[in-house]
């Protein structure tokens, strides 16, 4: 059962095709004919908008970037493939310190119990300050919004993040290191989580009560918000994606059913994602500039982010109010 889940979830997060981002449909090729290019993880943002059917009556044509994950599809936007980016406040963070030309247009909340940090129940790790002088696995990169939870969770509990020794593992290859009890502790999101949990690991913290920030963002390239007509595309859609994600959170069933169907996961990894979904699309308030500059800013403070960003400035408030 363990290993048919991974095995779905790798499904889930292997590098797919790039769907019609070729050299005659990229970002910058479909300025012409007005089509917006939205960029996507795992078929996640597509799943929900086909599911609820969000796009109907749209006068403007959608193609679907897909990546595994969010370094990927930041760089496709920095090429000109995709439009818009999606993911987690962190790697949005990474890729604006990276360099890459986008601003975050939209904010998307969850309440951030996706991201945990998971023991083994015979680790003798019964609190956070438990992991001091230990080593931790982080999956899967650094930089990623389990180490944000990582850090925030010691500091909250009077350590530093030197008291730790961090090791970055994909998460694939950490779940199957945490099976055999060669990992200890583990920071991990998703569906990840949810298998640690099942061979018999203990939930030591998540990112619940403000321990990660819960949000996300979309972000659209310079290039997009310098097009009229993708500008106002791009607003309509986020607009139809504030209306698809609320469908997700009242219709999970159909949500976890839809994932089923179009990314091959089976029933248990179907919904876990469900549940894990972002369930709003929020304009970027000053209260979410606020609140992800703390993310910034802890995390360039234990040197993982550098340089540092000004979330106001990456922000583009005038699609979504």
């Known amino acids: 059962m363990i290993r048919r889940i991974a095995a779905a979830a790798l499904s889930l997060s292997a590098l797919l095709a790039l769907t019609g981002c070729g050299a005659d449909s990229s970002a910058e090729a479909s300025s012409k004919d007005g089509t917006l290019v939205i960029g996507d993880q795992a078929k996640t943002l597509q799943t929900i908008v086909a599911a609820s059917d969000a796009l109907k009556g749209a006068k403007y044509k959608v193609k679907w970037a897909e990546f595994e994950g969010a370094a990927p599809l930041y760089q496709a936007v920095q090429a000109g493939a995709a439009d ?43 609190s956070v300050k438990d992991l001091k002088g230990q080593k931790v696995v982080v999956s899967s990169a650094k930089g990623s919004i389990a180490e944000y939870l990582l850090a925030n969770a010691l500091q909250q509990n009077g350590l530093r993040y030197s008291d730790v020794k961090v090791q970055y593992l994909l998460p694939t290859d950490a779940q199957a290191a945490f099976a055999s009890g060669k990992i200890k502790a583990w920071a991990t999101f998703g569906v990840y989580q949810a298998v640690g949990l099942e061979q018999g690991g203990k939930l030591l913290v998540d990112g619940a009560d403000g321990r990660v920030s819960g949000y996300g963002f979309v972000g659209a390239s310079d290039q997009a918000l310098a097009d009229p007509a993708k ?9 139809r994606l504030g209306t698809a994600l609320e469908w997700t959170s009242t219709h999970q069933d159909a949500y ?19 549940s894990a979904a972002y369930g709003k699309v929020l304009p970027i ?13 802890l995390m360039n403070g234990i040197g993982v982010l550098e340089p540092n960003v000004d979330v106001a400035k990456s922000a583009d408030t005038s699609l979504l109010h």
Do not use: C, M, W
């Not at 119990?113 to 023991?119: A, L």
């Not at 308030?285 to 800013?297: C, F, L, M, N, W």
């Open 231 to 239: 500008k106002a595309a791009l607003a309509d859609f986020l607009k």
């Open 256 to 274: 976890a059913e839809a994932i089923e169907a179009r990314n091959g996961a089976d029933a248990s990894v179907a919904r876990t994602l469900a």
């Open 84 to 126: 818009t980016t999606y993911s987690a406040d962190l790697p949005a963070l990474q890729a604006l310190s990276g360099g890459v030309k986008f601003k975050n247009v939209a904010a998307l909340k969850n309440d951030g119990r996706h991201v945990g940090i998971v023991v083994g129940k015979d680790s003798g790790i019964d």
């Open 285 to 297: 308030t000053d209260d979410v500039k606020r609140t992800v500059q703390d993310v910034a800013d």
